[in-house]
């Protein structure tokens, strides 16, 4: 079975602090992504990356960056946390038929 | 990616089969159906996609109909832990597509009732 697996499942930070949440997958997947799932908004991409060292924003990169310097690991960064940022990030890889496994997600809460 | 409609909201006995409708008639020749549902709290779950063909997996069928404007997905023995908001999407899938963002719709809530 697919596993992709997310550091924290909950994480209270402080404003202005440097937050980073880690994904891990187990499939061997060329495709990493990072989403954020707010109420009324969806799923919504933040960065992705579709090899080690190579990465592409997605519709709201502002406030993120991400690192890729192994193939099964895909890590976002929050450079100085914001209380706009409070919410569920999930991470995903997709395998060759383009499906997307997601790990269980990091519930934050910037305060 | 085409569009898809689901019923807002269904209900389903314990043991029994949940079957969820999804029209998807402006589907195009390489848009591969994919059905994913998402249980309160926790990250989305991919279940099935297929093309044209009926697929089956350990968790459940897709049957696509003949014209591919529609599809069934079937939980053959739904339990209280298949209640979940179902999500049906069609999206240009199959070998080598690349990295492509999923958008969900508001998908159909499934609740299984004892």
């Known amino acids: 079975d697919v596993k992709v697996t997310q550091s924290s499942r909950y994480l209270v930070k402080r404003t202005g602090e440097k937050v980073f949440l880690e994904c891990v997958q187990d499939?061997?997947?060329?495709?990493m992504f990072w989403y954020r799932q707010d109420p009324g908004l969806g799923l919504r991409l933040i960065y992705f990356s579709y090899d080690v060292k190579m990465k592409e924003k997605g519709d709201i990169p502002e406030g993120y960056s991400v690192s890729r310097e192994k193939k099964e690991r895909f890590s976002l960064i929050l450079e100085s946390a914001s209380t706009n940022q409070t919410s569920m990030y999930l991470c995903a890889s997709s395998g060759l038929a383009n499906e997307q496994f997601f790990g269980p997600g990091t519930r934050l809460t910037v305060l | 990616d085409a569009k898809t409609t689901q019923p807002t909201s269904m209900d389903c006995a314990e043991g029994r089969a949940a079957n969820l409708p999804c029209n998807h008639s402006t589907i195009s020749g390489n848009e591969y159906v994919y059905w994913y549902r998402q249980i309160h709290s926790q990250g989305p779950q991919y279940i099935i996609h297929?093309?044209?063909n009926n697929e089956t997996n350990e968790m459940a069928s897709l049957i696509i109909t003949e014209d591919r404007k529609s599809s069934t997905l079937i939980l053959p023995h739904a339990t209280l832990r298949d209640t979940a908001v179902y999500y049906c999407?069609?999206?240009?899938?199959?070998?080598?597509?690349?990295?492509?963002?999923?958008?969900f719709g508001q998908g159909t809530r499934l609740t299984i009732n004892p």
């Open positions: 297929g093309l044209k």
């Open positions: 999407i069609v999206r240009v899938g199959g070998m080598f597509q690349g990295a492509q963002k999923l958008v």
């Open positions: 499939m061997d997947h060329e495709n």
